[in-house]
């Protein structure tokens, strides 16, 4: 009888411990980005000018422009846990051409990223 006391005390003891540590890397999971460097010819080679990181916001569709000062003319997009698709435009304010980087996949796209938002 005392045995079995003491294992559900255990039981509980070690519920509780591993309880602890999920939240963390919960809510590390649950924010969505995209990692993409910047390469200053046209097929991601060579030695990148800069990197960034796109994060997916719970709310959907802000624009956020691309503040990246550095001659470039393509970016590698890698990383990515989005669940979104990112839209990718050539000028600021969400103008211009537009490519659209799709949830998970990581690619290589020539052209000016000006701005971008999740759609
Ligand atoms: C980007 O491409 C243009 C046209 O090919 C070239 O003139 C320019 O030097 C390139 N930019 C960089 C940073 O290499």
Redesign the pocket.
């Known amino acids: 009888m005392q045995f079995s006391t003491t294992l559900v005390s255990l039981v509980i003891a070690a519920l509780s411990v591993q309880a602890m540590p999920a939240t963390p890397v919960q809510e590390r999971q649950s924010t969505p980005t995209i990692y993409a460097r910047f390469y200053?010819?046209?097929g991601c080679h060579g030695d990148w000018?800069d990197d960034t990181v796109f994060v997916q916001s719970t709310t959907a569709t802000t624009c956020v422009n691309n503040g990246l000062t550095s001659?470039?003319?393509s970016t590698f997009f890698s990383g990515n846990t989005a669940t979104r698709t990112l839209r990718v435009f050539s000028a600021s304010g969400c103008t211009g051409n537009y490519f659209d980087v799709l949830p998970g996949v990581n690619n290589c796209f020539a052209q000016h990223v000006g701005s971008s938002r999740f759609l």
């Open positions: 200053p010819d046209g000018v001659p470039y003319n």
